[in-house]
């Protein structure tokens, strides 16, 4: 049984794309729902088409206002084809947990995915470049980009960074127990949620690090699903 | 540093071959195998009308074949028993590689990308038999537990194949790799390992009373 709530807000219209078809309960179209799910991951999959054949890339990914971006070599095949200006398809997708249910076809897992589509653009002119450079670092390790040395020209040349407008996008999440045919409940077996998270485990010195280097405080506060 | 590298049980196509970090690239059926047999999501892509569209769903392997399934009314898998061309890419995210440059910082990862046409799995038993090897490779031994599928259930679940052939894939691990006059920079560098834990398991609050979390649950491995 479904509870229910008022509906939130619809910032992003479904268009015939993005409208969820399959289990339609666990669509959201509201900003906050879509950003705060696209703030909480760093790898994302990117879908685009070369001569009818779909590729699937994953590459690591982050939030600035209304766009997302990623980055990647001015000489891999994803970003020359993109930079084309060709439609893409930007998928994230959080794995929370499996959900046994009390038969095979009620069971499920519980996830947090966004689907944008569009036509990604590069990011033109090195101080843009950069700042959305200092953007995914500080996503990431706040605190950290200072430290680095700066970026070469040669290096911000061989970097390309794409950005792609949240417009057409669509959330689905699926969270909660199982919810099984009312007369299976009464089954003596075990149902419930195995709930998968990511771990972030202590980090591990380069082997060449200088001595009297330690690690920085921002590393105990990454978060990252 | 080289390894020697497995030879390439898959040998490497125009579409397959890693051409970006290509030190990292595995085309053998081991390296494949383990990290797709490691893993519970992909990411499946197909076209419609020229657009290309990117479903996560749960999969899993069985011999020289990867399995992911879903409902026979979803967009995808209609699309897909059409016997269009798929890219089917599974990633797992092993760590944040920290350089002393933003240039040489990335990601520790395996990944997997394999190329064809998928087709669906007919034949009740057939359909039958792949359900269950999904459930055993996540929970083994609940399948028996479980009361059997009901026609209509099976009627309305679409399980879809494809055969690895076109496959390639990534594998980066260990510490960074700085230019060399990094090396003297006082900042810190390493590795920050990410995995997935699963658990504990979490009741369902309507369990029939004195029903124990079985084992199993606690060995349930994805990464």
């Not at chain 1, 995915?113 to 470049?129: D, N, W, Y």
């Not at chain 1, 057409?168 to 077996?189: I, N």
Request: net charge negative.
């Amino acid at each position: 049984m479904r509870e229910a709530k008022p509906p939130p807000p619809q910032d992003f219209p479904p268009t015939p794309r993005t409208r969820v078809k399959r289990l339609g309960y666990r669509a959201c179209y509201d900003r906050e729902t879509v950003y705060g799910i696209l703030d909480a991951g760093l790898v994302c999959h990117v879908g685009y088409v070369i001569d009818g054949q779909p590729y699937v890339t994953p590459t690591a990914y982050w939030r600035e206002g209304d766009r997302i971006y990623w980055h990647g070599s001015s000489a891999s095949r994803m970003l020359r084809r993109l930079k084309e200006g060709v439609p893409v398809c930007f998928t994230v997708a959080h794995l929370d947990g499996l959900v046994l249910a009390r038969s095979g076809f009620h069971s499920s897992i519980n996830y947090r995915s966004v689907m944008a589509f569009g036509t990604a653009e590069p990011v033109t002119g090195e101080a843009a470049k950069l700042a959305a450079l200092e953007a995914f670092s500080e996503r990431i390790t706040p605190g950290r980009w200072p430290e680095l040395r700066a970026p070469t020209k040669q290096e911000m040349k061989a970097t390309l960074v794409m950005s792609l407008k949240l417009e057409e996008v669509a959330a689905k999440v699926r969270e909660g127990p199982p919810a099984d045919d009312e007369e299976d409940y009464a089954l003596d077996l075990w149902a419930g949620v195995v709930p998968i998270r990511r771990v972030i485990d202590p980090p591990q010195d380069d082997p060449r690090l200088k001595p009297g280097v330690v690690a920085p405080a921002y590393l105990e506060a990454l978060e990252i699903d | 540093m080289r390894e020697a590298k497995p030879p390439p049980d898959f040998p490497p196509t125009p579409r397959t071959r890693v051409k970006r970090l290509s030190d990292c690239a595995r085309y053998d059926r081991e390296t494949i195998h383990a990290i797709l047999d490691a893993g519970l999501l992909c990411h499946v892509g197909y076209v419609i009308d020229g657009q290309p569209y990117v479903t996560p769903a749960a999969y899993w392997r069985q011999g020289e074949r990867v399995y992911w399934h879903g409902s026979s009314a979803s967009r995808m898998l209609r699309r897909l028993e059409e016997g269009v061309p798929v890219c089917f890419t599974v990633a797992l995210l092993d760590g944040l590689v920290l350089a002393r440059s933003g240039y040489n910082s990335t990601l520790n990862y395996r990944s997997v990308m394999a190329l064809g046409t998928a087709r669906p799995v007919e034949g009740e038993a057939e359909k039958l038999a792949a359900l269950e090897a999904f459930s055993e490779r996540l929970t083994p031994g609940r399948w028996a537990e479980l009361r059997p599928v009901a026609k209509q259930e099976l009627k309305a679940t679409l399980v879809l194949s494809l055969k690895l052939e076109e496959v390639s894939a990534k594998l980066c691990s260990g510490p960074p790799v700085d230019d060399e006059a990094d090396y003297e920079d006082d900042v810190w560098a390493g590795v920050v390992p990410l995995r997935r834990a699963a658990g504990p398991p979490q009741a369902d609050p309507r369990l029939a009373p004195g029903t124990a979390a079985p084992e199993y649950l606690v060995a349930i491995e994805i990464d």
